[in-house]
């Protein structure tokens, strides 16, 4: 295993932490726009409050990596994104606004604002993760000297919604399950229909990527051949998926969190699979993909930030752990904290 290699890996560990810490915060979020009163919303907020900043730590610290590592794709891609990126931009700030200046004023009408704030923030980025990430899979224009050679309009294709609509599905299935854990009935009750609602919906939507996938995108199973780890990876997944709606009808929600989390880090892990040497394939042509090699820093620096990623890991691993144990009781109804 070479030093590309394991920041191949890195990124994709940042990325699937992300994806599960800060993917049930934009879940409740999203939630919260159909929350019955004010005291609701306030309880949604109340239960990510003491942790939703730091889960976002774990997406600037796989983006900055990116950087490091594969300069080349952090500046190709970024600058093919750009549009996209300031409209997630505006949302997360919005969103980030709405939890910190709710409480800060005594009024209903001051509350709806940034109630819509908070949950249209927090719906808006799970789909254009999603989309985001469906580009990648199918392959950016990229051209023979690596440079982008397409269009804002030409990142919403099929395929591309397709997968924020399942990347959607997944964060509001998580984002019910961490509520679950956190309110105690009746509130946490009426969890149980959203949970197996998303559930369905999730199901439906990425099987039907990946039949899309199988047709148009063949590029994605072509190093599945002979691995292991894509069987074992397919297999706890469908073993997750199948317990989810168990979990929910007996509101073992904190069961079914953890299931959940394994059917992220399964659909990532699959994808790493699907892409890898690749990091962003070339819908113009494959030899003009970007890869762990043609688009890698130097030896010494990768070599450099992963001394200092061994140093600073652990040091997030365990404040992530430390913040957990310490907020990890109910949200009661009317505690007025965000």
Do not use: C
Request: aromatic share 16%.
């Amino acid at each position: 295993m070479d030093l590309n290699t394991i920041w191949f890996l890195l990124i994709g560990f940042y990325l699937i932490g992300y994806a599960i810490l800060d993917g049930f915060d934009l879940g409740v979020g999203f939630l919260s726009l159909f929350a019955r009163r004010p005291q609701e919303k306030q309880a949604y907020l109340n239960a990510i409050g003491p942790v939703w900043d730091g889960n976002e730590v774990w997406i600037i610290t796989g983006g900055a990596s990116l950087f490091a590592a594969f300069p080349l794709v952090y500046a190709t891609v970024f600058s093919g994104y750009y549009i996209a990126l300031m409209l997630l931009l505006v949302a997360l700030i919005a969103r980030a606004v709405a939890i910190e200046y709710r409480g800060k004023v005594s009024s209903p009408k001051w509350w709806r604002f940034w109630d819509w704030a908070f949950g249209i923030g927090s719906a808006l980025p799970m789909i254009l993760f999603g989309v985001a990430f469906g580009n990648v899979l199918r392959g950016l224009p990229i051209d023979a000297d690596g440079m982008w050679a397409g269009s804002f309009l030409g990142l919403l294709n099929p395929f591309s919604i397709l997968v924020g609509l399942v990347t959607g599905a997944l964060f509001v299935m998580h984002g019910a399950l961490y509520l679950g854990i956190k309110f105690d009935p009746p509130l946490s009750d009426r969890l149980g229909k959203w949970i197996t609602g998303a559930w369905a919906a999730f199901l439906g939507l990425y099987l039907a990527a990946t039949a899309v996938a199988v047709v148009f995108y063949r590029h994605l199973f072509a190093g599945w051949t002979g691995n292991a780890w894509s069987w074992i990876l397919v297999t706890a997944l469908t073993m997750a998926l199948a317990y989810l709606p168990i979990a929910a009808g007996r509101r073992q929600y904190f069961r079914g969190f953890m299931a959940s989390s394994v059917v992220i880090f399964s659909v990532l892990g699959l994808s790493g699979i699907s892409l890898y040497p690749r990091i962003v394939p070339s819908s113009i042509d494959l030899d003009y993909s970007l890869t762990i090699y043609n688009a890698a820093s130097s030896e010494k620096g990768m070599m450099a930030m992963l001394v200092i990623t061994l140093i600073g890991l652990p040091l997030v691993l365990g404040y992530t752990i430390y913040v957990y144990r310490v907020f990890k009781g109910k949200v009661k109804m009317g505690e007025g904290v965000y």
